[in-house]
């Protein structure tokens, strides 16, 4: 059963530390030895959120786990590398021991870098298909196309029912992705996507209120787990409100 919850927010800066504050409490251990699971996301509106959750004093950074929804196949010191972003923004300031930060080896060729994710995620979660990991948190954010993680509308890995992480062939931007696919995503315990920006405005009313062609951000639907939108005023300025 998906629990659903929208907040919106007067900036990009209120949604961002707002985001912060949710990502640090949901990944507060709920027993002693938990560790936690968390997917960060690329793109640049992460890139804020993460400074102000690398100063958020009641993560217990030495429980968690980090993995990442998607990356561009590129080296890890590229400027457009997602790991890149979270290094500069989070990893440097938090202090996450290094045998439990999970990148995507987009240097790597895709096919092989994909399954070499999804072995790294079978050792973590000890799960093997068809049972799919549980991340705790996944953090999403969404392009104006409404593609989310490296799920672009009209592509191949929309299909993917079965593996945890594939590459993706991208027409659109001429590339391959690596992604986790949706029934990883849709495993997770929360789902968060942080939207802001007034380009994003029209997916967000068709992943919201859309009844048919409902983009790929609209289809990531926790079976069983909690979906949030954290949104900008501008990105949320095509909802119509019930009231
Ligand atoms: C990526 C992301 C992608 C991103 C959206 C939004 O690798 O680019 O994973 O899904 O979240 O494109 O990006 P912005 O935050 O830059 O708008």
Redesign the pocket.
């Known amino acids: 059963m998906m629990d659903e919850m929208l907040r919106i927010y007067p900036s990009v800066g209120d949604l961002q530390d707002a985001c912060a504050e949710q990502v640090a409490q949901a990944l507060k251990p709920t027993t002693e030895s938990q560790t936690m699971t968390i997917a960060l996301?690329?793109?640049?509106?992460?890139r804020h959120m993460h400074e102000l959750l690398a100063q958020r004093p009641h993560v217990d950074w030495s429980r968690v786990h980090v993995f990442w929804?998607?990356e561009?196949t590129v080296p890890p010191d590229h400027e457009e590398s997602?790991f890149r972003m979270a290094k500069e923004s989070l990893l440097d300031r938090a202090s996450i021991p290094e045998d439990q930060i999970h990148r995507m080896a987009g240097e790597k060729d895709p096919v092989v870098a994909a399954e070499e994710y999804e072995k790294k995620i079978q050792a973590v979660f000890n799960v093997r298909p068809p049972e799919m990991p549980r991340f705790d948190v996944v953090i999403?954010?969404?392009?104006a196309d409404g593609?989310?993680?490296?799920l672009f509308p009209d592509t191949k890995a929309l299909l993917e029912l079965k593996r945890y992480a594939v590459a993706n062939h991208v027409p659109q931007q001429n590339t391959v992705r690596l992604t986790l696919t949706f029934p990883v995503l849709n495993a997770a315990q929360l789902v968060i996507f942080m939207v802001a920006?007034a380009d994003k405005a029209g997916a967000v009313e068709r992943c919201l209120q859309g009844t048919e062609d409902v983009p790929p951000a609209g289809q990531v639907q926790p079976t069983d787990g909690q979906r949030r939108w954290l949104l900008d005023a501008e990105a949320a300025a095509r909802l119509i409100s019930d009231d």
């Open positions: 996301s690329g793109g640049s509106t992460p929804g998607d561009r997602n999403l954010g969404m392009g593609h989310t993680a490296s920006g």
